[in-house]
């Protein structure tokens, strides 16, 4: 009998072992999309800030050129 506890012992911890290492990965996954998101978000948000000051750049040349 007391071989059989302790083989459900160890065999318990190894289940929970290999199971939080599992949620580990894949919270590890999920936080590794989340970044590369924000990463893309933030180059999209960049790149349309510099879309807009390049067209208010070309708005204030426009309206300057009679002062030349």
Do not use: T
């Amino acid at each position: 009998m007391r071989l059989e506890i302790e083989s459900a012992k160890v065999q318990l911890h190894e289940f929970v072992r290999a199971e939080k290492s599992k949620r580990v990965q894949e919270l590890q996954k999920y936080a590794d999309g989340l970044i590369e998101n924000y990463e893309l978000d933030k180059e999209e948000w960049r790149n349309k800030l510099i879309a807009e000051l390049d067209r208010i750049l070309k708005e204030v040349k426009v309206e300057m050129e009679p002062v030349e």
